[in-house]
């Protein structure tokens, strides 16, 4: 018998430390080898450990929500085998998705591990399986510790169970999943509370009974809520809005989104453009691209713009195109799509949110005209994109003046005024309306 010391790995640049938001595994259990062991959380996302030897864990070295240094033992795991161990020359461990964990759990302790969530809710006369038939995907498949343990919080019934369909590996059910169908419940789970309508002789209606529903934030929206909040708190927001006519550049991805569709197998959105004319008005103007610490001003010399985007679950979170200033078009198209597909499926690595230094949030696509976005700290602005809309307009000709439609969105700058005053704010977005205004038709992609 030996013992093997689970510690905390390194999440990525500047990420030092991160909190232990759950055990996925008790004194006593068996683990396999890359089982996840332990849920944790950082500023950035959450992620899960895995375990990297078989044995059975004998010692847990920290509770839930205390919070764990890079490199700390966090588990002492009972092992067999000495040998049992991943390759010396790996430094790092990669945080695996939802859908990628459990496929080491053997049937029959899947088996019993559901069966444990069903009686915990009180259903298990509803779940019957057999140890010897294999449980198919169609019956919610094979579940990571992480989606049973957020069943049992969450008190989902084996017929909701049912009606969640997966989007991980061989349609298995996420963590993802699980939020998004939590968000859309609007009723309690077993025995949905009715309202008690009486009627009286003098026909008002009496309602009663009815009850609120409380609803445990995530501790993703907790870090947002608090991030926000500090935000606020600590820079002097001041907003400068600007209409741009963007009918040119509409009319220009229109004619050749067709074709780099068919040549690069991805899709070409309005956002790679507006990246592109934001990180040419950094350049222009670098005091935008600053942070402040204490009565210091950093002048950042990377431009790393961050790209916020909605997650299934309604938070929000903010991928980082690294040297945006540095990328053509099919560059930034490319790793745009790549950085939104990862944060949809989950797959966003502490890197891809770190060392941004402005950042840009598109508020059109929920219908939006504008936004007063809140500054990502330590940055000092945030630019809103609104939504393209049809708009008649006074077109100056040589031959005089005529109303026409055009196509036109207004662009929001939220920016400290403890640093950036409303001169620098103002020429900033000129500077991208501008860039946006002064679109090339005859451009090649």
């Known amino acids: 018998m030996s013992k093997f010391e689970l510690k905390l790995p390194k999440m990525g640049e500047s990420v030092a430390e991160a909190t232990l938001t759950a055990w996925l595994k008790e004194v006593g259990d068996k683990i396999e080898f890359d089982e996840p062991v332990v849920e944790i959380a950082t500023d950035k996302v959450d992620s899960e450990v895995p375990s990297e030897q078989k044995g059975i864990l004998i010692e847990k070295c920290f509770n839930v929500d205390d919070v764990v240094e890079v490199g700390q033992t966090i588990a002492i795991i009972e092992t067999d085998e000495v040998d049992n161990t991943v390759p010396s020359d790996i430094e790092s461990i990669e945080m695996q998705s939802d859908s990628d964990n459990s496929d080491e759990l053997d049937e029959s302790n899947l088996v019993e591990d559901i069966q444990k969530v069903a009686e915990s809710l009180e259903i298990s006369k509803d779940i019957k399986f057999d140890n010897q038939e294999k449980i198919n995907n169609s019956d919610s498949g094979f579940l990571s510790p992480l989606v ?89 927001h001041v907003q400068s809005f600007i209409e741009v006519d963007v009918t040119v550049i509409d009319n220009w991805r229109n004619r050749v989104k067709s074709a780099f569709e068919i040549r690069e197998g991805q899709k070409f959105t309005f956002t790679p453009i507006f990246m592109e004319a934001v990180a040419v008005a950094l350049r222009q103007f670098p005091m935008m691209n600053i942070s402040v610490s204490d009565d210091k001003i950093i002048l950042k010399k990377k431009i790393n713009i961050g790209m916020a985007t909605a997650l299934s679950d309604g938070n929000l979170i903010v991928p980082v195109i690294k040297n945006a200033d540095q990328l053509n078009l099919v560059g930034m198209a490319k790793i745009v799509n790549n950085l939104a597909d990862k944060a949809r499926n989950n797959n966003l690595n502490p890197d891809d949110v770190v060392g941004g230094t402005y950042t840009v ?38 031959q005089g003046d005529y109303i026409g439609i055009r196509k036109k969105m207004i662009i929001s700058h939220s920016y400290d005024h403890r640093v950036v005053n409303g001169a620098l704010g103002s020429k900033f977005i000129k500077a991208v309306k501008e860039y946006l205004e002064n679109w090339n038709y005859n451009r090649e992609i």
């Not at 209606?205 to 609120?212: A, L």
């Not at 504008?370 to 000709?397: C, D, H, W, Y």
Request: glycine residues 8%.
């Open 361 to 398: 949030t598109n508020v059109g696509v929920f219908g939006s005209i504008m936004g007063t976005p809140i500054i990502n700290q330590p940055q000092v602005g945030i630019l809103a994109f609104g939504a393209i809309r049809k708009m008649p307009s006074v077109i100056e000709t040589e």
């Open 148 to 236: 049973k343990n957020m069943i049992k919080k969450e008190g989902i019934t084996s017929s909701e169970l049912s009606q969640i369909s997966g989007t991980g590996k061989n349609d298995r059910i996420t963590k993802n999943d699980i939020l998004s169908f939590l968000s859309d419940r609007k009723v309690m789970v077993d025995n949905p509370i009715q309202p008690k309508i009486d009627i009286d002789t003098t026909n008002k209606i009496n309602v009663s009974d009815f009850s609120d529903e409380v609803i445990e934030m995530t501790k993703m929206g907790k870090i947002i809520s608090k991030h926000m909040t500090e935000s606020v708190m600590k820079s002097a």
